[in-house]
């Protein structure tokens, strides 16, 4: 029993500790979206500059204050490589760590007299001196060691309530803003690079206040002590999220918090297996990965699909998604269903156009039949066999998609050309072969001929030099040029001018007739809903609330559209 509360007392000692390290990845990754290799050389930088001042008489509590500074300092250093040198957040952390190593090292040698480490055992530190000493050391018969874990508590409180004040003031809302869109921030007037570079200092600064309570906790410190920080932070910070962000109440720094002790319990039970501690810095990376796939949700789909397979569904349909359900952010206060038990048969030949109001569900419709997005429950029939366990890479081979952005449906640095040899190469094996076939080029030419903007004549020009329009007439080229059998248009004409538009959806028309395609397209342009294809949908709250097709179809005008829309507001209230 003694052995158990020693095992937990050291957990709750240097995971409350680390916990301070969490903080600041916390403001670093969760908000501001930065992981940040930094703080492997900021925390060791609060740790040797106690070290040192304390050899040299400075009180201990004021050096967690110079600790700190030092590490915003050092932030503001990291922040201003990314901001105004528009250096990327993985450089600028490998930048600043490297100078570190440089850095904390003079300081190790100039308070030393040229050692590599600070040696203070005998000195007074926050856990010896001043209010440590009206703790007392040891508890109970078993003589249990409090004194540590009560003034790591005590910072860890004290240092959570002050970040979390913080977060709720005007500056503190203005830096989560620019964490989630920046460009929100520029719309209020403010400069988001300004936030980004205090959000690093702050993060920097509780990591180097970290650093310098396990250096005084140890009575030691060198420039090795920073090896590892960023993966430690990270994990807790992911560990907590990912376990804790369905309890309502909780925020997130108390989340981080939760996340490093969780992390020090696991590794406690790693070194408790008996493995050699030449593979701890193993173990933590395992500990990482593990928190990585849970975060990520991945373990768990993975483990959900093992050994499973789909229930055969019987549908006469070349597509039917049959009582879909989806719930996003399951168990959160973001928690939002948007389809319960949907479902839609799309014939062979149907050319379908899907309208409905932001957030109907027509781009997630799309994404399940794809497979960019896992229903919670239903069937995906595509010729006839339940394709819901697929994966998206798969279902791509008989499923040609031209997406919104012109830049996603084609390779910007390679040339018209060098694309169209890809896609033609789909349903082929991709080896060491050369890429253009030669014999090939000819059936190009006429496949750009047929789009009348002269991109027949520019195939070593690279897709990235082209226009919108002429960039998605080329991504609906590389969709439809395989042998596919269903063609799906998320809203392919949106990010084009008015006459780009009108050019595509002719030439989509086109294509469309010659291949006998089965189409659907989703689009808010109600005009092209009406005059192209040979049914329409549309889509609210989930649910299909029209379904048009025949010589109704033909017959339809916008003004229908328009009073549906209507009819649909007024009885949501709007």
């Not at 060198?222 to 804790?244: C, K, N, R, W």
């Not at 369905?246 to 297996?273: C, D, E, N, P």
């Not at 789909?426 to 014999?439: D, E, T």
């Not at 991504?475 to 538009?501: F, G, Q, R, V, W």
């Amino acid at each position: 029993m003694t052995l158990v509360i020693n095992i937990l007392i050291d957990i709750l000692n240097e995971g409350l500790m680390y916990a301070l390290l969490a903080m600041g990845m916390y403001i670093t990754y969760s908000i501001l979206d930065f992981p940040d290799l930094s703080v492997d050389g900021t925390f060791p930088l609060g740790a040797v500059l106690s070290g040192v001042l304390i050899i040299q008489g400075v009180d201990p509590w004021l050096c967690l204050v110079i600790s700190f500074a030092a590490g915003m300092a050092a932030g503001v250093l990291t922040g201003l490589m990314h901001v105004k040198l528009r250096i990327t957040p993985l450089l600028c952390g490998i930048i600043m760590y490297t100078a570190m190593l440089s850095v904390n090292l003079v300081i190790l040698k100039a308070g030393t007299d040229g050692k590599a480490v600070a040696s203070f055992f005998t000195k007074n530190t926050i856990f010896n001196s001043g209010i440590a000493s009206l703790i007392p050391k040891n508890i109970g018969e078993g003589g249990f060691y409090i004194r540590t874990v009560v003034i790591a508590l005590i910072l860890v409180i004290v240092c959570k309530l002050l970040l979390d004040l913080y977060l709720k003031t005007k500056h503190g809302l203005l830096l989560r803003a620019t964490g989630a869109n920046d460009k929100y921030t520029v719309m209020l007037g403010r400069n988001p690079g300004s936030m980004k570079i205090f959000g690093l200092a702050l993060g920097n600064g509780f990591a180097a206040l970290a650093g310098s309570v396990i250096a005084q906790n140890k009575g030691s410190a060198d420039q090795q002590m920073g090896i590892g920080m960023v993966v430690l932070g990270l994990a807790s910070v992911i560990i907590g999220l990912s376990l804790f962000r369905r309890v309502k109440f909780m925020k997130g720094t108390t989340m981080v918090i939760l996340g490093s002790l969780v992390y020090k319990a696991a590794y406690q039970i790693v070194l408790s297996l008996g493995i050699p501690t030449d593979f701890n810095n193993l173990m933590k990376a395992l500990i990482f990965l593990v928190a990585l796939v849970l975060g990520g949700s991945e373990l768990r789909k993975l483990i959900t699909s093992l050994g499973k397979k789909p229930e055969p569904v019987k549908s006469d349909s070349k597509l039917a998604l049959s009582n879909i359900t989806k719930v996003f952010n399951r168990g959160t206060v973001d928690e939002s269903k948007l389809f319960d038990n949907f479902t839609l048969d799309v014939n062979d030949g149907d050319f379908i156009s899907v309208v409905g109001s932001n957030g109907s569900g027509k781009t997630t419709m799309l994404n399940i039949v794809c497979g960019g997005i896992q229903p919670d429950s239903g069937a995906v029939v595509f010729n006839g066999e339940n394709i819901v366990l697929s994966k998206e890479y798969e279902r791509a081979r008989k499923i040609g998609r031209v997406l919104q952005d012109p830049k996603m449906g084609t390779c910007g640095s390679l040339t018209i050309l060098e694309n169209l040899a890809l896609a033609d190469n789909k349903l082929h094996p991709f080896g060491l072969s050369p890429a253009v076939n030669r014999k090939r080029e000819e059936h190009y030419k006429k496949l750009l001929e047929s789009c009348g903007m002269g991109l027949e004549n520019r195939m070593g020009v690279l897709a990235g030099s082209l226009s919108g329009g002429q960039r998605q007439a080329l991504a609906l080229i590389i969709a439809t040029m395989a042998d596919i059998d269903l063609l799906i248009l998320d809203e392919h004409t949106a990010a084009l001018d008015p006459k780009s538009s009108e050019t595509l959806m002719k030439i989509t028309e086109k294509v469309v007739k010659e291949k006998h395609l089965t189409t659907l397209m989703v689009t808010h342009n109600l005009r092209f809903a009406v005059e192209y294809g040979s049914r329409l949908v549309m889509m609210h709250g989930g649910s299909a609330v029209m379904d048009i097709d025949g010589e109704a179809k033909k017959n339809l005008v916008v003004d229908d559209i328009l009073g549906k829309f209507n009819e649909i507001s007024i009885e949501c209230g709007n």
